[in-house]
DNA sequence: CCGAAGTGTTCGGTACTGCCGAATCAGGTT
DNA sequence: AACCTGATTCGGCAGTACCGAACACTTCGG
């Protein structure tokens, strides 16, 4: 009995399942993995998969090591990586503010775009302490637990935040994470008075982020920039003097994407939902 | 009259195409490419390139930018650039160390792996001058004509560079290019004897590198760090002296992957080939 | 020292997938 | 409005890319 209904007439298996192949061999961090365990994890015969890694490798995107070959993941993805982040100018734009953010502050300094809602960062700066968090790159980062994924939603409609809401279920990652819609309304208008966003351990315990969005030329939140730091050890700065240093530099951001600075968007945000915008403007 | 000889028994041709697509999507740098160029390049139908784009697009490694579709790299292979980079824990090792090299020079300062006798660049920090030039990870970089390369070809056996060498056919980039054989053997003996390699506007008119090999634990010579910068504002260094300050970094990179020394390595070497190593301990 | 069990690799045959081409649809331009 | 460019849809055949089973090879354990 053949399936009636092709699951997607406009989908190449054997191409996803390449991709599929590529999501298990990244999820194995530094010892790579053997063919039989990924044809395992695969669900494929090891002839099949064998094809697959043999043509992955052959451009590079997997590398096997031998003996007994040991695919990992290969360094065309650092290229391909590489070229992606150049594809979006705004990565290239953002890097020497970045640098300024961090040295300003002594902290990590990172970009997200928005993807679909969603924040993803495509570049980072590293601050010169000696601790490090696992701050990856090109993932998909929870939008109501992270301060650049609050800085986006505050620019959104009420109702595309409700449905990324219902998307993402607000899940719970620390004790601090919001998880009811109604507290992250009330978080979301805080942010647009104050014009910047703040994560106080609502992703990972003990880190701490400040971030603010960024707006490309037709007006619409492209993305945020903001910065991480260990909570314990956060220097002698104010909170609001962190937040105003973050904002003015997105709108720095902004303005060499050619789009409007927060203030501008804010007053039409606040006109269209009748809040008052006194306070936005005195802020920032 | 079906070819009796399937092309490759072990290769999967829609994965091939679809890294084709990858490879074409990622050659035009910013504004994207359109279903139709893309067919036209890969000299399939446009139905067939699209399925492949979809499935693609469906796993974030293009995105399609409305109107129009445009496609473009998509956010994922950021994601797996960074993840490639990780899992070379040499990458990780280095980059507290690229960032004192770049510091200490003030130039660009990147690591290369090598891969199969290429270098291939997966780490770059960049120096604070305002001049940038394209220095693109993960691409193979021709081993004759860049410092990082020649360090490299040095730690290798006559017969491995002979053989590198017809691959490549010494393919001339500028004016000071080496392109003969012979002279490259010169070199090569130059850059034992002195530990560091240089490349004096060999791969691109006006750029000065300066490079040195690093060993992993079985002794084997796993890369090359170095440092890159515009010739004409090369500061007031001399040339040993920056020279030996990359040699003593590269060193450390050896140290943290439980490897030798260049020293080491050098005396192992001139034993075999009966050079006279007083030279090298000299100078390094 | 020799088996046994686990690898990775090769190869036939066949069901089905993914290819092409032509037809349709959408949007912008003259 | 008619045109044109480009994206999308769909039918149908061909070939390909699956699977399974057999074959090498190494690594243990007895």
């Keep these: 009995m053949p399936a009636p209904t092709p699951p997607d007439r406009y989908t190449v298996r054997s191409v996803q399942r390449a991709l599929r192949v590529l999501e298990i061999v990244s999820s194995e961090p530094v010892s790579g993995m053997s063919l039989t365990e990924i044809s395992q994890a695969l669900g494929a015969s090891k002839s099949t998969t064998l094809a697959t890694a043999r ?4 451009h590079g995107i ?8 040991r695919y990992k993941l290969g360094t065309a993805l650092i290229r391909y990586g590489d070229l992606a982040s150049q594809q979006s100018p705004i990565g290239e734009v953002c890097l020497p503010i970045l640098r300024e953010v961090s040295a300003a502050t002594g902290m990590t300094a990172r970009m997200a775009l ?3 809602g969603y924040p993803v960062c495509i570049e980072r700066i590293d601050g010169p302490g000696t601790i490090r968090f696992h701050a990856p790159l090109g993932r998909r980062e929870p939008p109501h637990a992270t301060a650049a994924g609050k800085a986006m939603l505050a620019m959104l ?3 595309r935040v409700s449905e990324i809401c ?3 279920g607000l899940r719970r990652h620390t004790a601090h994470t919001i ?3 109604a507290t992250l309304f009330v978080e979301l208008d805080a942010v647009r008075r104050r014009g910047y966003a703040v994560d106080d351990e609502e992703e990972v315990d003990g880190v701490f982020c400040i971030g603010a969005p960024f707006f490309d030329h037709n007006g619409a939140c492209a993305g945020a920039i903001s910065v991480t730091g260990i909570k314990h050890d956060l ?6 003097e962190m937040g105003r240093l973050i904002g003015h530099h997105a709108d720095e951001v902004s303005k060499l994407l050619g789009g409007p600075g927060f203030l501008e968007v804010s007053s039409r945000l606040s006109r269209v939902t009748g809040a008052p915008s006194g ?3 005195a802020e920032r």
Excluded: C, F, N, Y
């Excluded at 043509?55 to 052959?58: E, H, M």
């Excluded at 997997?62 to 070959?69: E, F, K, N």
């Design 55 to 58: 043509t992955l490798t052959a």
């Design 157 to 159: 409609s009420e109702e």
């Design 166 to 168: 219902r998307e993402t």
């Design 235 to 240: 220097p002698g700065w104010k909170l609001a």
């Design 62 to 69: 997997l590398r096997s090591i031998d003996p007994g070959p």
């Design 114 to 116: 928005a993807e679909q």
């Design 179 to 181: 998880t009811d819609v």
């Design 279 to 281: 306070r936005v403007e």
